[in-house]
């Protein structure tokens, strides 16, 4: 096998060095040439790259996503009736079975701190019309709920606040909601470290698995360093004849969100995005996508939400720019994200080189022992 | 090898560069990772899981293994390493998933060990006149191969797709070459241990037999070639993950490997040869044991954070274990390795039970470093941090991103 050459490809790229030999980009395997991964990965002429942009600061945690990815892909069932007993958030995780996530975050901060510009249900945090966004899709939101009275939409809290008078005063809590997905990274884990061919590059730049090629060796799932996909768990088909247990579709195999290939095919918006009530989950071309993210979060800190980041939106960061990013109000380890993802196979060029020395050594002190053995 | 359009998504390794600049050396772990502004701040993983009673789904996965004592255990080597790691994280939970791998899994890196070691030990043997410890080499190395490809096919989520895995060529997936490799590999093992088999039986086959004693030394010797890929290749497997115990010890572990599988197979041949033949194998392993050791010690040094969990647990008794075997096992060999049969024998039990415990002890050291998010959260974010103080050293703008939320009171 021959690698690259462990040298620094050209590109003005050049990260700070941390410290640890992570140096962003050009040292990962790089999927994305110029044209986007999936012309990287042999699309000629593919459409634009399609993704996300979740924006949590408008998420109302309705689940709405969650419900529609569900019903839209056939996506079995977790458990019945499960309580996790730590928030409103019952689901947990991403996995098998659960391909969007809706993530509640309740913290011990000062309401102050969280002026997102929106005012819906929470009078007391309205801000002035000129931090409001005014050109995009916001835009027009932000307007009518000024023109028109505030109206409770079931907002999760212990008390809603000063919203009677028992409330008394406000009260510390802060909700923080996101909608968590499979980021479609440039550079995946999963789809790198994929023995069979079963995970693969849409057209769309998209990662899908292929259920009747994945043979559930589930190395994908240590591969992702987001902790999104999974192996499903479940009543496994049986190779001959017939069973009366009920089946699992697609048991032992590795699932996850495909951004909704099948409709992406048919020029339908994902099933998630459409039913989310308040475009948090925007959905598009990454490119258009980016642009609209970075005037949000901008506008976002303009106002004073100095908290509000972009997350795995940087094509220079450890997975080369995500296909669906995310703007958080706080730091991504707080929404359960790891706060610096680097995709795996970017130090794998010197494993096998470290591999391949081992076995050189192996080799060597074999020999060795026999030419010493002789005596 | 990619026809069509499923294979469209692989990558090709030699588009990639990784400068492979900047080995680094030990990580600093001891930086106070204090609560980030704006959130609720620290408590140890534990606290943190306690608080959230192991919410999420993980449960079951390690929880509580270990008990009391080994919580204890764990408190104490936290202490020592990260006296103050305070961070973040959602209700405790884990950040990234550990592999749905089951003890399949150490058992096929054991054997797969045992029998790269082996064919090289059978070559040797061959090659230099030693009949016995050629034999018990060909026979593990065929059976331990077996075993290792069976126990490999027994852990996928569908073991009638097994061939999927021979669709394509990933220089990106270890388990993709790894497949090849072991494709390579096998047939000449089991023709090499298959001669050694009817040689042994009472009947001969005719022209079979004349045939498959002629192949026995071509066969071994390609066996032999490719021995060393089958012992390494599964350290690049586990380290090629997200998983922090396993790819924080991607520098050391190809070596910790082929250490484990020169200690085991050298001493699977102390324990199958005559004295007088198994020279060579006690050299081996004991050349195996002394560099597993070694390595394994620098290992946990340059781990970082991650390093706890071969240190706590059930990961923590196994290593324990292994290092007690394999320090036993090989100084057995050196003292009476050469004098007594039976010694030798025990002293290579000693050590193919360390080897053992070696692959079970890393091997379970990847879960239970998912299960704590500490381990994936705590080094990511002081390599932000890092990197921010450096960016923002350069002089280059503090990215909005770097900007700490507000505090107000
Ligand atoms: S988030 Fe994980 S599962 Fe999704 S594309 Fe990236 S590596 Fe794959
Ligand atoms: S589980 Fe399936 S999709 Fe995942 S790496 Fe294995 S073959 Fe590929
Ligand atoms: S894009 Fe489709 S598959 Fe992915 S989360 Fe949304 S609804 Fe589910």
Redesign the interface.
Known sequence: ?????????GGGHA?????????GL??????AGPAGPAA????EAPPSRKGFFTDTSICIGCKACEVACKEWNGVPQ?GIYEL????YDNT??L?ANTWRHV?F?E????M??LDTGITIGVPETAVGPDVLVSEDILGSMARSVHDKPLVDLGMPAFDLPSASPDAGERTEFRWLMASNVCKHCTNA?C???????????TEFGT?VV?DD???????C????????????IGQ?AP?VGHSDKPVTKN????QKCTLCYDRLLDDLTPACAKACPTQSIQFGDVDELRERAEKR??DL?AA???????YAEDPEGGVGGAGAFFLL???P?????????IV????????????????????A??????L???R | MTEGGYERGQQEVGKAANPDINEAGPKNTTDDIGAIPGTQGGGSAAATAQRTAGGGRSEGRGDGRGGRGGRRKRRRAEEQMVPDATFTSYYGRPVVKAAPWEAAIPLYLFMGGIAGGSSLLAAGADLTGRPALRRGARIGATGAITISLAALVADLGRPERFLNMLRVFKPTSPMSVGTWILTAYGPGAVVAGAAEVAKLLPVRFGVLSTLLDWAARPAGLAAAAIAPGVASYTAVLLTNTSTPAWHDAHRELPFVFVGSAAAASGGLGMLLAPVHEAGPARLFAVAGAAAELAVEHRMERSMGLSAEVLHAGTPGRLMRASKALTAAGALGTLLVGRRSRVGAALSGLALLAGSACTRFGVFEAGPASVHDPKYTIVPQRERLNRRRAAEAAAGQPPTGEASPPAQET
């Open positions: 096998m021959t690698h690259g050459d462990p040298a620094h490809q990260r700070v060095d941390a410290g640890d030999g992570h140096l050009d040292q990962a395997f790089t999927s990287h990965a042999g699309w977790d996790l007993g730590s928030s947990g995780a996995g993530e975050i913290q011990r901060t000062p102050a701190g884990g789809l790198d470290v994929c023995p069979t061919g079963a995970l693969f590059r990662v292929q090629i994945c043979n559930g060796c589930g190395y799932v240590a591969g992702c360093p987001f902790g999104v996909i999974d192996r499903r496994k190779l048991a032992g195999v590795a979060v901008a800190q004073g939400v100095m908290g509000a980041q972009l109000l706080d730091e380890e707080v929404y359960g994200f790891p706060p610096d993802p795996t196979t970017a130090d794998l060029p010197r494993m096998w080189k470290h591999a391949g020395l081992a076995a050189a050594g192996l080799l002190a074999a020999a060795a022992a026999f010493g053995g002789r």
